[in-house]
């Protein structure tokens, strides 16, 4: 039971180049989410997926895309990379109340 | 503006004292709390919870108080061990949805 998984762990992007951030949970939950964390601003929520085939726009989803692929799957989409996406991405996923998270990517774009 | 709000970045505790970690938010709305606990270079992990029908919920050495009236939430550690030392973040939700909102983070440093 791997809990909550993503990839890669570490990418490096020049501005303007696109990417895809992986993440997958075997835990059946229901509900998935990404958010990033910068310094001094905690965690925020980009984008969030109550159920298979539906996502909805959290607090900072400009310049970013979803896909819930499947049920254990919810990818984040950098159309075009910017610097001030620099930052670290969390997915999370949640049964009831309390959220599982990934252990992160460290995201630089340059 | 920020609706979940830790004031404290940063908290220094000897080790075997209480650690109280504070969290204040502004939505009478918001009707479940919870504290997670992020290590450096891993994801945040699920601490304790409380519901806005209750005041106190214990967990060990983790207890976390709701005073609604003052839309204030904390956590004490008793006693603070040195691998309590990491960030500590309050997060909230309004009943309902399923958006949770996260405090900006209290790094602890527990000495030994």
Known sequence: ??????????????????????????MNHNSM??????PGMGLRLIYYSASEGTTDKGEVPNGYNVSRL???EFSLRLESAAPSQT???FCASIASVEQYFGPGTRLTVT | ???????????????????????????SMFD????????PAEGPTFLISISSIKDKNEDGRFTVFLNKSAKHLSLHIVPSQPGDSAVYFCATSEGGTYKYIFGTGTR?????
Do not use: H
């Not at chain 1, 039971?1 to 949970?25: D, E, H, I, R, W």
């Not at chain 1, 989410?33 to 910068?38: A, E, K, S, V």
């Open chain 1, 1 to 26: 039971n791997a809990g909550v998984t993503q990839t890669p762990k570490f990418q490096v992007l020049k501005t303007g180049q696109s990417m895809t951030l992986q993440c997958a949970q075997d």
């Open chain 1, 33 to 38: 989410y990404w958010y990033r964390q910068d």
């Open chain 1, 70 to 72: 499947n049920k254990r």
């Open chain 1, 87 to 89: 930052s670290v991405y």
């Open chain 2, 1 to 27: 503006d920020q609706q979940v709000k830790q004031n404290s970045p940063s908290l220094s505790v000897q080790e075997g004292r209480i650690s109280i970690l504070n969290c204040d938010y502004t939505n």
């Open chain 2, 32 to 39: 479940y709390f919870l504290w997670y606990k992020k290590y």
């Open chain 2, 108 to 112: 602890l440093k527990v000495l030994a």
